[in-house]
């Protein structure tokens, strides 16, 4: 049975907020027919009975992906009585409705395929998840500052313009946080579990799924930092034992702009191929503080689960840690100084020169995307907490002013090694019908796994109706995150430089065609770009006609 089909989208569509109204009636060659209308405008009222609102308002430029295709198959089979429709077998498998599920899952139901949630709470728990309800804010109810001149607050704008599900209920329940977006998270929680449960194309399944299914399949897995192990362990067969990690040993990362290139020099050790990393050199009394700073620190408490697995971490010792075992523990490990030289310190070669302008110590920095723009402290994994690492950490000559897009974490996290996997797509390589999503790719922040939840779930509705898959704008936070972890530089052969999680932060984005040194002026300028780049290629995709690449940019 096809509908009538006659449906048309204009730029209007993307400019105001839309209700959808389905109708069972026929229309004059017997195909269904099928309304999209604001559901208080007279033509709506006026649809025969049982017509009955779909999806409610969203301003949703996500209508802008909708096409015929996308109604036709909501009105194919959905008779509207209940998950399972027509007696076929859900389109699309979403495993976990965590933030990046929930998402995923209703931007798929939203495109008119069905879909079956798998969620295994709370018929077993994870362990830092209290309820059995959707998207689940395990720690913070916070995601991050509201103000779209600020790298969380433009992820959650985009969001909002693209459509997301989680962000608008966020939107609805939330409590005052200064600036930021936080949330009444019991009542959040149970209006996404609700919305999800009584969608007709959603159809959820209360249990552990233990196996990755096959290629026939498509599939967004979103299973988090906590995957449970069965699932976990079929995830490193699949990608191959180095590309699943269960722990996270992260080192902060800063702002390239924001290191003092006047003291910092960049070279690799005794010179050997490009002067690929940025050197903070100390001398013995700087260093010294610095190690007393460490030990003096404040260390972030272990969750339960972390500390009957710290064993894991005796490879990857904690700098602070490296402090404690000795006075010259670090200078033998990750502040080594030998073979690093600023020419600005006279000739290497000349020997008293060299004796007398040495460093002490020497703390590296690796690049961490290919812009250059983001900058890795090497060996800093650190269990300190966030506010003890800006304070400490800037005690190292040439980051005084050092701005963090990340700080130091050691805890259980279950991601890929992203860059050698997926595609910008959300799509594993190896199996195009496989998409992830959420913290398990390598994002961090609960809006960095709406972000992918969106993504991933367009994409698997584009991939079940036989479309090609999108991707947005590098200049967008949203794409600017999904490139970054098909993208991250990472393994250089020797096992180093391994892929790190990112949150979303402007470091990732594009430089600006001109140079704003004002800081406020240049996030809001990033803002300005990314929201007007977002439109244009929404717009572009809602009159582009089809084509034949694997993958287009919106
Ligand atoms: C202890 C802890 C504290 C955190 N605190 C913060 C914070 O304050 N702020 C912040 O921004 N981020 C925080 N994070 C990171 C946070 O987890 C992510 O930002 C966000 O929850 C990731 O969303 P997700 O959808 O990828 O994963 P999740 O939200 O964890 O969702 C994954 C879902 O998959 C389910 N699942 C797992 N395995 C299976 C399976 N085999 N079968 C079926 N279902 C399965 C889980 O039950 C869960 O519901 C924290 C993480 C942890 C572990």
Redesign the pocket.
Known sequence: MRPSGAIRWNRSHLSRPLEVCLSNDRNVDGNWAIHWLPSTSPLALSLPAPTRVVTSTAESTAAALLEPTRQESMVSGDRGSGNQIGGSEPQVLV????????EAAWQVAQAGVQVRL????PV??????HSGE???????N???ALSSDRAAGLLQEELRRLGSLVISTADQHAVPAGGALAVDRGRYSAALTAALEAHPLVTVER????ELPGPHQITVL???????D???EQLRSFTGRDDCHFFDAASPIVEGESIDLGVAFRASRYDKGDADYINCPMDREQYLAFRQALLEAEQADL?DF?AESAHFFEGCLPIEELARRGEDTMRYGPLKPIGLWDPRWGDVNDREVRRANRAYAVVQLRQEDKGGRLWNLVGFQTNLKWGEQKRVLRLIPGLENAEFVRFGVM???TFLESPQLLDATLQFRQRPTLLA?????G????????A??WLAGTNAARLARGLESITLPHTTMVGALTHFVAEAPCRDGRGKGRFQPM?PNFGLLPDLSERICDKRRRYGAYRDRALTDLATSLEQQACAPRTTSPHRQI
Do not use: D, W
């Open positions: 495993i976990g409705a965590g933030l990046a599920g929930t798998v969620e295994m709470r077993r728990r994870s362990p830092a998840h959707f998207a689940e804010l395990v720690c913070s916070s995601f991050g249990r552990e799924q233990s979103a299973t988090g930092p906590l995957t449970a069965a699932l976990a969750k972390e805890h259980r996290n999503a959420g913290q398990i790719t994002t961090e922040g609960y809006a960095a796994a709406v992918g939840g949150p």
